[in-house]
């Protein structure tokens, strides 16, 4: 199975605050970890919104809407994509993680499972079309 665990933001890391050389040296032993356990997929941090844009899409029309965006509990500031065995291995990996945020920082990780395509029912599921954008993407 594989999950995403994912840092949420806070008002320093939208405002482009840097974490702190301690809290990158924390993090990449917890990425080093997370290799060696043969459980990582991917990870990456994410720029503030002001540096980013959303696409809206409503009526048949798309709007795109420049950042930065308001709810910043809701933004994201990073992430980790995991295959592990269960929700609670997933969970035990985010519980490892050095707080995002910093110390004595609240900081959030939301654990959340990522779609396989065999979860969808294979009538609605068009497998050559999964085919030729597996294959591209190995190409890269």
């Given amino acids: 199975m594989r999950f995403m665990l994912i840092v949420k933001a806070n008002a320093e890391s939208e405002a482009g605050v840097m974490p702190t050389k301690e809290l990158i040296a924390d993090m990449m032993k917890f990425n080093e970890s997370l290799a ?7 990870l990456d941090g994410l720029q503030a919104s002001s540096k980013g844009a959303r696409v809206k899409f409503a ?5 795109v809407i420049d950042g930065p965006f308001a709810e910043t509990k809701e933004l994201i500031a990073g992430y980790w994509l995991i295959q592990v065995n269960s929700k609670e291995e997933a969970v035990e990996w985010a519980r490892r993680s050095p707080n995002p945020a910093g110390p004595g920082k609240e900081g959030v990780i939301e654990v959340r499972q990522v779609f396989d395509m065999s979860d969808f029912p294979a009538e609605t599921v068009d497998q050559e079309a999964v085919n030729r954008v597996a294959g591209a993407m190995s190409n890269h």
């Fill in 59 to 63: 009526d048949g029309k798309t709007t």
């Fill in 36 to 42: 060696k356990a043969g459980v990582l997929l991917g």
